[in-house]
């Protein structure tokens, strides 16, 4: 598939998509959040691919938010609508994947950016990195799931501060509150997301796929995320990497999961 906003490249059993519009710090215009969705799909489709990267091109920006020159003459309508649909297609869309999704954010991440990465499984970020949701600067809020997620990861007092500053925080702030997981400098960015994608490859793509679905319980109205835990937790049982997982220990041997 041909992309004009994203590339995409497959090392090992890990995809990397770069979003990929560096003169406009990567801003997500509608093409590119279709381009994020198809991709993602494909790569969490895929047997060969057990993790996946996100990060973007240059050495500026990960993402500088949604594209303000796309959605400056939006009507109410047009808002809601969008916002329902980007939320569908790619911020629901990445936190839902079975696949593990790694940001690795490169720079900028604000609004729409900072909403991806958040809606990203992991976050690492390099040490020039900002991150922020200034939305309220633009006399709109965040509209990707920012109000909820921002608050899910660093508590209502600081996510309420942040937003309603339009403030930005750097990356030691970030890893501070538990923005983001580690920080390094930006010519190691990329070496420490594909450590941590190696070492997710080692263990079993079924309980992943398991352990994520019960983790993101906990923040579906009506679910109850011990009760999916239980269930996830006895399906495992039936699962040809449980066996193999289990044989592996038993024999003192590395599991071989497919
Ligand atoms: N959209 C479009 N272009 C952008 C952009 C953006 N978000 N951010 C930067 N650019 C463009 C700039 O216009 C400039 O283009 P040229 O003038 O060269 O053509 C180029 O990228 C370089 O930017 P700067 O010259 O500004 O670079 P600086 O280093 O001086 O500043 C900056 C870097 C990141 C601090 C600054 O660019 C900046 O403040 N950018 C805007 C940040 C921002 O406010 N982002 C948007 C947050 S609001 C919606 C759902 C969700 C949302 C909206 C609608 N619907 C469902 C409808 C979410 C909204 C947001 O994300």
């Known amino acids: 598939m041909a992309y004009e906003n994203i590339t995409t490249t497959q090392e090992d059993r890990t995809h990397i998509i770069t979003i990929n519009r560096p003169k406009q710090l990567n801003a997500l215009n509608k093409a590119t959040i279709q381009e994020l969705h198809d991709a993602l799909d494909k790569a969490n489709k895929d047997e060969g691919t057990r993790v ?9 920006a990960f993402v500088a938010g949604a594209d303000i020159k796309e959605f400056a003459n939006y009507n109410v309508e047009q808002g809601q609508e969008l916002a329902a649909n980007g939320q569908e297609i790619l911020f629901n869309f990445v936190q839902n994947l079975p696949t593990p ?37 633009l006399g709109v809020i965040p509209g990707y799931g920012g109000t909820q997620r921002l608050a899910q990861l660093v508590g209502r007092g600081k996510a309420m501060e942040l937003i309603t500053t339009a403030g930005m925080m750097d990356a030691k702030d970030a890893q501070n509150w538990g923005l983001v997981n580690h920080v390094v400098p930006q010519n190691e960015l990329m ?68």
């Open 52 to 60: 996946i990267i996100l990060t973007g091109s240059g050495e500026k």
């Open 101 to 137: 999704v790694i940001a690795a954010v490169n720079g900028f991440a604000l609004g729409g950016g900072l909403e991806l990465a958040m809606a990203s499984h992991i976050r690492v970020a390099s040490e020039n990195a900002k991150l922020g949701l200034p939305e309220v600067s």
């Open 191 to 258: 070496d420490l997301a594909k450590k941590l994608a190696k070492k997710i490859c080692n263990n079993s793509g079924s309980a992943i796929k398991s352990a994520i679905k019960a983790v993101n319980a906990n923040y579906v109205d009506g679910l109850n995320g011990f009760n999916v835990e239980i269930t996830e937790f006895g399906n495992c049982f039936g699962t040809d990497e449980f066996k193999e997982g289990t044989s592996a220990f038993l024999e003192k041997r590395k599991p071989d999961f497919k």
